[in-house]
């Protein structure tokens, strides 16, 4: 069974960068297509970033310009670059498959404030 494991949030001021971790076990990483998804607090989750099997990149038009999402195939990795930060950036953030369709991990908090 897949299992994915998010680190590297926390408390950031506007115009900070944070660098986003996730440790993906229990699957053939490299096959499979993979994603960066938010949720805040009362509002449903949402897809910031994805990537494919093969690197080619898309992320959400609120990020665009700002989130990088990269992939490692040899350590199992997924990351987000988080750049520009604004308040409204705030939210849990969990790395999944990218349908969504795996067993969700713990997510890592990210807040944006001054």
């Known amino acids: 069974q897949v299992q994915f494991v998010e680190s590297g949030g926390g408390l950031v001021q506007p115009g900070g960068s944070l660098r986003l971790s996730c440790a993906v076990s229990?699957?053939?990483?490299?096959?499979?297509?993979m994603a960066w998804y938010r949720q805040a607090p009362g509002k449903q989750r949402d897809v910031v970033a994805a990537?494919?099997?093969?690197?080619?990149?898309n992320v959400a038009e609120s990020v665009k310009g700002r989130f990088t999402i990269s992939r490692d195939n040899v350590k199992n990795m997924v990351y987000l670059q988080m750049n520009s930060l604004k308040p409204e950036d705030t939210a849990v953030y969990y790395c999944?498959?990218?349908?969504?369709?795996?067993?969700w991990g713990q997510g890592t908090q990210v807040t944006v404030s001054s």
């Open positions: 229990g699957s053939i990483f490299s096959n499979y297509g």
């Open positions: 999944n498959n990218a349908w969504g369709t795996a067993t």
């Open positions: 990537i494919s099997s093969g690197s080619r990149t």
